[in-house]
């Protein structure tokens, strides 16, 4: 694979020294079975830049502080949603109270401002954070191919796809049983929301740098 990888690279950089437009480049890989991701992160690697040989354009790396700021980006996102399905759970729990749950209303009022101190705190970093991440990367847009970014990236998508998995799953359950009630929905509703935005807006980050890349 890394020869594979060795030769494509070679492949391309002679071609753009010979004159070929990274269009034909593409075309030609293209037809002898390169896929498009792998001719695009190679074609990538140069800029459009007119000069007597190809001018390389720089290339993301991994800092310590790069990383730092990421873990804290997505470990706060994971702290606050956990603790805002958790908020919402136990709203719906005084709303809709179970009888034949015995769960007292003092540890329900404790539960409730565990989860508000948490979302007091958590939310805020992850959207200081957020911004900041986004600040520095519309500085340097070469960022957005850090490899922390998109290992973490995509594994908020997975977590968030299993937890719908998971969500539909035990609705799908209760309906076939015919258990369904208010209470159930409702939690059922909070969690596919939080899942489903968390997601959603993840896989159109992902989405948006293919179409700028």
Do not use: C
């Amino acid at each position: 694979m890394a020869s594979g990888s060795q030769e494509l690279e070679r492949f391309v950089y002679e071609a753009l020294v010979r004159g070929e437009s990274k269009a034909s480049i593409s075309a030609a890989l293209a037809s002898a079975g390169w896929r498009d991701e792998q001719t695009r992160g190679v074609l990538d690697a140069y800029a459009d830049t007119p000069f007597v040989v190809p001018v390389p354009r720089p290339r993301a790396s991994v800092s310590a502080r790069e990383a730092f700021l990421y873990l804290v980006l997505f470990a706060s996102l994971y702290f606050a949603a956990w603790h805002l399905g958790s908020l919402l759970f136990d709203l719906i729990a005084r709303a809709w109270p179970d009888p034949a749950e015995d769960y007292a209303a003092y540890r329900l009022g404790r539960s409730i401002r565990w989860s508000t101190a948490a979302l007091i705190i958590a939310f805020p970093v992850f959207a200081f954070v957020s911004n900041y991440v986004a600040k520095d990367v519309a500085r340097h847009p070469i960022k957005r191919l850090s490899p922390v970014r998109r290992w973490l990236t995509y594994l908020t998508l997975f977590v968030a796809a299993a937890v719908l998995i998971g969500d539909m799953t035990t609705l799908v359950f209760n309906v076939l049983g015919g258990e369904l009630t208010a209470r159930f929905v409702l939690k059922v509703v909070v969690v596919a929301l939080i899942a489903g935005s968390a997601f959603a807006w993840y896989l159109y980050d992902l989405r948006r740098e293919e179409v700028d890349a």
